[in-house]
């Protein structure tokens, strides 16, 4: 995780005609963004791609306000951020003039300008005279098949008709349309340096929302000689060195945007806190500990978690004390609450449940597993955090992905969790869905 820098993916559903203007764009903007074209033909299309693609996507793009209107009529609850390219009025107006200019043949009032709403918002109708003025027939806000037919309609009979020499559309959805009925069209399309701004403003105000949504998790970890003749130079460069190829190898089999940085006597490590459980199982043993294990190598980690970096790095530093104080070789985990964990040896209970009637009459409401609902709740009293996922409810429970997932399913159907915010990450298969549970609060609360 880059928490400065997150690459996004972006939806674009779109009509035909935008498809290859967005594509020169798609370059420029590839090092932040990637970019997944959803071209539609039909409105069954809007829906299906919107609702298969929903996981996959920090945010759609929709080239048209009927589209997104359409989208917003069907689906009644949309968590995702939807933008839609709008009118580029002085790009419409420069593309008017070079049409104009560049074909001093072409007659005004031989021309159909599909482009103006039936509110007028474009003032189209006042740049040219009552007896030089193209044909318009102002739209109104309708499903995207019917405006797009209604406009068609209008082209196909003025062309037929014989009334009009040169169709000018903003429905890219009519191209192909066009080409069958043989109508000559200039279709215009927002300019580069709109297209280029537009995406600017999206991918900063995703990336943005993405650092904040995200609670940060560190370690700080630590190699050292457990042999009596204490390392030299030499020998500890060596030490240093198998330790960074081995943190290299954990982070590349789990989460390869896991950001590490080596100082002069250990490694930072720099995460989101929904990778928690690649360092900690079931809050009672290092998974990381254990990965590097070495003969004659103390290791000794800190971790950390906080809503910056810097208090996550501090958390972290003051657990990588608590385990030299505890004697090394060991791990301690400070939550943003200053909540302590550990040591996170694996051979030791580092959390006690207490019987409580409350938990136990709202396991019985919920209808799952007692000691299911003590372990989320201890895990939320540890962490502050009543946000969970699937892949984090299997570390607490114990459980398979499949299983948490129709757990939460199931307390999502209920009412005990509600489907919070998504996580997308392109490079790592399925997004993240995130629950936060509405019984328990942060500290473990019942509600």
């Known amino acids: 995780m880059n928490c400065t820098n997150t690459k996004i993916t972006i939806g674009l559903i779109i009509s035909e005609g935008y498809e290859i203007y967005l594509k020169k764009i798609e370059k420029d903007i590839s090092k932040d963004c990637n970019l997944l074209f959803l071209v539609v033909k039909n409105n069954l299309d809007i829906i299906t791609y919107f609702q298969q693609n929903y996981d996959k996507v920090d945010a759609f793009v929709f080239s048209g306000i009927m589209l997104y209107n359409y989208i917003e009529d069907k689906i009644k609850e949309c968590n ?8 580029d009025i002085a790009n419409i107006y420069k593309e008017l003039l070079k049409i104009f200019v560049l074909n001093k043949n072409l007659k005004p009032e031989r021309v159909y300008i599909d482009i103006e709403t039936k509110n007028g918002d474009l003032g189209l109708k006042s740049i040219f005279p009552e007896n030089k003025r193209p044909y318009m027939f102002p739209w109104d806000i309708g499903t995207p098949e019917k405006i797009i037919s209604t406009v068609f309609e209008n082209h196909k009979r003025l062309w037929r008709e014989k009334k009009i020499d040169l169709s000018i559309t903003k429905f890219g959805m009519l191209l192909s349309d066009f080409k069958n009925e043989q109508i000559k069209y200039h279709f215009i399309y927002p300019s580069k340096t709109y297209l280029l701004d537009f995406f600017k403003e999206i991918i900063d105000e ?5 650092v904040i949504n995200n609670k940060i998790f560190s370690a700080y970890i630590y190699a050292d000689s457990t042999s009596l003749n204490k390392a030299g130079c030499l020998e500890n460069d060596i030490i240093q060195l ?11 089999d789990r989460n390869p945007e896991i950001i590490l940085q080596k100082k002069e006597t250990g490694f930072y490590l720099f995460t989101t806190i929904e990778d928690l459980p690649c360092f900690i199982h079931d809050m009672t043993s290092c998974n990381l500990q254990n990965f590097l294990k070495m003969e004659n190598i103390s290791i000794t980690i800190g971790y950390g978690s906080g809503k910056t970096i810097s208090q996550s790095k501090r958390n972290s530093i003051n657990s990588f004390d608590l385990a030299k104080k505890y004697g090394g070789n060991c791990s301690f985990f400070i939550s ?6 550990g040591p996170l040896t694996g051979d030791r209970q580092c959390t006690v449940y207490n019987a409580n009637p409350r938990i136990d009459n709202l396991a019985e409401k919920m209808e799952i597993d007692k000691i299911y609902l003590y372990k989320i709740i201890s895990y939320i009293k540890k962490t502050g955090d009543n946000v969970i996922t699937a892949k984090i409810l299997s570390q607490i429970l114990n459980v398979t992905i499949r299983s948490s997932n129709r757990i939460l399913n199931e307390l999502q159907d209920n009412s005990y969790v509600r489907e919070y915010s998504h996580k997308i990450n392109p490079n790592r298969g399925r997004p993240s869905k995130f629950y936060k549970l509405l019984c328990v609060d942060s500290q473990g609360n019942i509600i």
């Open 80 to 87: 995702k951020p939807c933008y839609t390219i709008t009118d």
């Open 206 to 210: 995703i990336q943005i929302k993405k």
């Open 242 to 252: 198998t330790l960074q190829k081995n943190l290299y190898l954990f982070i590349k």
């Open 336 to 341: 943003e609450n200053q909540c302590i964990t």
